[in-house]
């Protein structure tokens, strides 16, 4: 028989009732230590809300102290996004037309792959890290197969992970506080998911190099300026107005419409075998020459907010 679990079909029609009702899902969660790598349930550090009549869905990404794209924030995405499949919401709603992924810390948007999940640090162990690559993959899949167009409105810092995953948005607007960057040459590493080759996409060869092999910090005004996101705004009250107004339009039309352009769109994305091969060569370089992931928790503080703060500029600390 398969194995049904009460809980999970409980909350999703919680879950499912306030996408309907306009009502935010969250499951706060009170325990969120920096090191507790407990699974967290539900949406824990996501907040939903919907709106225009459950054509758009707001995603408020929390997940103290920096967002870090760790255990529960994969895990909570994951849910999320198999939450909104089609397949899904077949009972009674259609999937959101538009969904926006946004920040509830001004400084961090979505930050990179948890350091601790690497090397020999506890918690890791296999098949821990190979839950967490299932649903990472899982992810990047359904970023690029949902009907649903994806707007990242990024204001603080998308590094590592976070990058890789507003390149797979369809669309990213920026505010002021914005740095994007990836710290992973850095730590002996790469940045994954197909992020390097949709970067590629965007904005050429020789700038994805430059920014890729020094681990620097690129601002919101000159990402916008090279096409690494779409639009800046000057202030987080206006890029918010903005995001709101381009969803709202966007909503307005018939989904079948939106879905075919996505799709065809998406024909010149980095295929999904990039992925694999991203994945390969992470494990390929982990396990080969001792990565200096312990140095980095060391210097960082065990990835603290002020070290995360000045992230991926500051990873050559390590090397001084
Ligand atoms: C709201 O959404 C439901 C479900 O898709 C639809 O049947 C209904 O017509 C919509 N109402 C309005 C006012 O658009
Ligand atoms: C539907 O949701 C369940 C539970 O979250 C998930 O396991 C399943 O993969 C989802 N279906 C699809 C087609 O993604
Ligand atoms: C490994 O991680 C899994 C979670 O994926 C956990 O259930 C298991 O207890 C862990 N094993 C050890 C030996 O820590
Ligand atoms: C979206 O478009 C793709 C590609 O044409 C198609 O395979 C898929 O079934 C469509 N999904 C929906 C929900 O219309
Ligand atoms: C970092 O975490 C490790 C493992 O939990 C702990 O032993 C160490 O003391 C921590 N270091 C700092 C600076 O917090």
């Given at each position: 028989?398969?194995?049904?679990h009460?809980?999970?079909?409980?909350?999703?029609?919680?879950?499912?009732?306030?996408?309907?009702?306009?009502?935010?899902?969250?499951?706060?969660?009170?325990?969120?230590?920096?090191w507790?790598?407990?699974?967290?349930?539900?949406?824990?550090?996501?907040?939903?809300?919907?709106?225009n009549?459950?054509?758009?869905?707001?995603?408020?990404?929390?997940?103290?102290?920096?967002?870090?794209?760790?255990?529960?924030?994969?895990?909570?995405?994951?849910?999320?996004?198999?939450?909104?499949?089609?397949?899904?919401?077949?009972?009674?709603?259609?999937?959101p037309?538009?969904?926006?992924?946004?920040?509830?810390?001004?400084?961090?948007w979505?930050?990179?792959?948890?350091?601790a999940?690497?090397?020999?640090?506890?918690?890791?162990?296999?098949?821990?890290?190979?839950?967490l690559?299932?649903?990472?993959?899982?992810?990047?899949?359904?970023?690029?197969?949902?009907?649903t167009?994806?707007?990242?409105?990024?204001?603080?810092?998308?590094?590592?992970?976070?990058?890789?995953?507003?390149?797979?948005?369809?669309?990213?607007?920026?505010?002021?506080?914005?740095?994007l960057?990836?710290?992973?040459?850095?730590?002996?590493?790469?940045?994954?998911?197909?992020?390097?080759?949709?970067?590629?996409r965007?904005?050429?060869?020789?700038r994805?190099?430059?920014?890729?092999?020094t681990?620097?910090?690129?601002?919101?005004?000159?990402?916008?300026?090279?096409?690494?996101?779409?639009?800046m705004y000057?202030?987080?009250?206006k890029?918010?107005?903005?995001?709101d107004?381009?969803?709202?339009?966007?909503?307005?039309?018939?989904a079948?419409?939106?879905?075919g352009t996505?799709?065809?769109?998406?024909?010149?994305s980095?295929?999904?075998?990039?992925?694999e091969?991203?994945?390969?060569?992470?494990?390929?370089?982990?396990?080969g020459?001792?990565?200096?992931?312990?140095?980095?928790l060391?210097?960082?503080?065990?990835?603290?907010?002020?070290f995360?703060?000045?992230v991926?500029?500051?990873m050559?600390e390590?090397w001084?």
């Amino acid at each position: 028989m398969y194995p049904f679990h009460k809980n999970l079909v409980l909350f999703a029609l919680s879950g499912l009732l306030s996408l309907i009702n306009g009502n935010p899902v969250h499951q706060h969660d009170t325990r969120r230590l920096p090191w507790e790598r407990t699974k967290s349930t539900g949406f824990g550090t996501l907040t939903t809300t919907s709106s225009n009549n459950g054509t758009i869905l707001r995603v408020l990404m929390d997940n103290p102290p920096t967002n870090l794209y760790d255990y529960k924030l994969i895990t909570d995405l994951y849910d999320l996004l198999s939450f909104v499949v089609p397949e899904n919401l077949t009972v009674s709603a259609p999937p959101p037309k538009v969904m926006i992924f946004a920040s509830a810390d001004p400084d961090f948007w979505m930050g990179h792959y948890d350091g601790a999940l690497f090397g020999t640090n506890p918690p890791f162990n296999e098949s821990y890290t190979e839950e967490l690559f299932t649903k990472n993959r899982a992810i990047v899949g359904m970023l690029k197969s949902l009907p649903t167009i994806l707007i990242a409105e990024i204001n603080g810092r998308a590094t590592g992970s976070g990058n890789e995953f507003l390149v797979q948005c369809d669309m990213a607007f920026s505010g002021p506080n914005t740095i994007l960057g990836a710290p992973e040459v850095a730590v002996g590493g790469v940045h994954g998911n197909g992020g390097i080759q949709h970067l590629v996409r965007l904005i050429g060869m020789q700038r994805t190099a430059e920014y890729m092999l020094t681990s620097s910090g690129i601002d919101a005004l000159t990402a916008a300026e090279i096409g690494w996101v779409n639009r800046m705004y000057r202030s987080e009250t206006k890029l918010r107005g903005a995001v709101d107004e381009i969803a709202g339009r966007i909503a307005l039309f018939p989904a079948a419409g939106l879905n075919g352009t996505k799709a065809m769109i998406r024909e010149f994305s980095a295929p999904p075998s990039t992925v694999e091969a991203d994945i390969a060569t992470i494990f390929r370089l982990e396990a080969g020459e001792k990565a200096p992931d312990a140095e980095y928790l060391r210097i960082s503080k065990n990835q603290s907010r002020h070290f995360e703060l000045g992230v991926p500029d500051n990873m050559v600390e390590i090397w001084d």
